[in-house]
């Protein structure tokens, strides 16, 4: 991966973008610290949906004891307090 500051991007944005179109990757610099990484579009950067949930396919084919869900229960006690306003 090719580094570039980000003065370096501003004043050769064309040429840049076009060698990311060709498939290289660059890291923006900003004071020395990476900013951003200018990848191309058509390069999965992020892993698949059944990747993200392969564990947690795993852990529910498990069974076993779930932990109650604290947020549903908030929502219930709200839900019931409104209802005894009315």
Request: hydrophobic content about 35%; glycine content about 6%; overall charge positive.
């Amino acid at each position: 991966m090719t580094e570039i500051t980000s003065k370096e991007l501003h004043e050769q944005t064309g040429s840049v973008l076009d060698s990311v179109k060709r498939g290289q990757r660059f890291r923006v610099l900003r004071n020395g610290t990476a900013d951003a990484l200018l990848v191309p579009a058509n390069e999965e950067i992020d892993p698949s949906w059944d990747e993200i949930m392969a564990d947690v396919r795993k852990a529910r084919a498990k069974g076993g004891p779930t932990r109650p869900n604290p947020i549903l229960a908030e929502r219930r006690k709200r839900n019931y307090a409104a209802r005894l306003r009315r």
